[in-house]
């Protein structure tokens, strides 16, 4: 099962336009690994779809036993027609690649808008919370919020762009929930894109969870402090993101996965 995760995350998924790349997916995907081997239930939750690229993949390797609900304001592309290509787009995506989107669970419109009520009531208490909306730090703030509101105890906020020197409020907003929240929520794992967060109770849980993954050997397991807590900061060195690059460009896109073996 797991060599068909990795052909999805390293072919299928890369047809999709988008921004999450495989090392993070690997994170993902080891991370709901754990906690379904553990029943650690819950649904899943996204804020930012664009396309589709990370829906797609909570929706494979929830293989339709978890709710995946998305939340987007879904207007990029508006055509003067009126049509909105970003959805369709992104409907299309889920049909090509056999995912279906289940449009009960899509909220269209601004997350700093949303109650976290309208989030539990459709899906449930969240396991795992992915941010990556609004990059701004009312965004941030906002989300962060909404996350932790529905967060089931054993859940997992993912926040994206956390070091991006574009987005500098997404580091403040970050940086500000983990300060504000120190007694509750730490960090306990980092990528050059993502800060990944748990409540304190589940943090020896969730290290071992990384630490063990089989699909996280090709990283260096590095510890870094970062407000309060040691999080595993997962090195990709330069060499082999040269290498996956090359092997993407020259056409050996389905050969790419044994970069990151
Ligand atoms: C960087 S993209 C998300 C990338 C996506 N997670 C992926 O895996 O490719 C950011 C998305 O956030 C959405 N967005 C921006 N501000 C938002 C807001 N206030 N509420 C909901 N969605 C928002 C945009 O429409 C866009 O689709």
Not at 24 to 52: K, M, R
Not at 119 to 139: C, N
Not at 196 to 207: A, H
Request: proline share 2%.
């Amino acid at each position: 099962m797991t060599a068909d995760l990795r052909k999805f995350i390293f072919d299928d998924l890369q047809t999709v336009e988008g921004y999450l790349d495989p090392p993070d997916a690997l994170v993902f995907l080891s991370l709901l690994q754990a906690q379904s081997d553990n029943g650690l239930n819950g649904g899943v939750a996204e804020i930012g779809v664009f396309y589709g690229r990370s829906y797609f993949l909570f929706k494979k390797v929830c293989n339709g036993e978890d709710k995946v609900l998305a939340i987007d304001l879904f207007d990029i592309d508006q055509q003067i027609s009126g049509d909105v290509t970003q959805y369709s787009r992104f409907l299309d995506n889920g049909e090509r690649l056999g995912l279906k989107v289940d449009e009960d669970l899509i909220i269209k419109g601004d997350s700093t808008q949303l109650r976290p009520n309208e989030i539990t009531e459709k899906a449930g208490r969240i396991r795992f919370f992915s941010i990556d909306g609004g990059h701004m730090l009312r965004h941030v703030l906002s989300d962060s919020m909404l996350a932790t509101d529905t967060l089931a105890d054993h859940g997992i906020i993912a926040f994206d762009d956390t070091f991006n020197p574009a987005w500098p409020e997404v580091t403040v907003g970050v940086s500000d929930f983990l300060r504000d929240r120190q007694e509750q929520f730490a960090a306990f794992c980092m990528t050059k894109y993502k800060t990944y967060v748990c409540r304190r109770e589940f943090y020896d849980f969730y290290r071992d969870a990384i630490n063990n993954a089989a699909d996280l050997m090709a990283f260096d397991h590095v510890e870094t402090e970062f407000l309060g807590s040691k999080a595993i900061r997962l090195h990709n060195p330069m060499t082999r993101r040269m290498v996956y690059e090359v092997m993407v460009r020259s056409g050996m896109r389905s050969l790419s996965e044994r970069v990151y073996r």
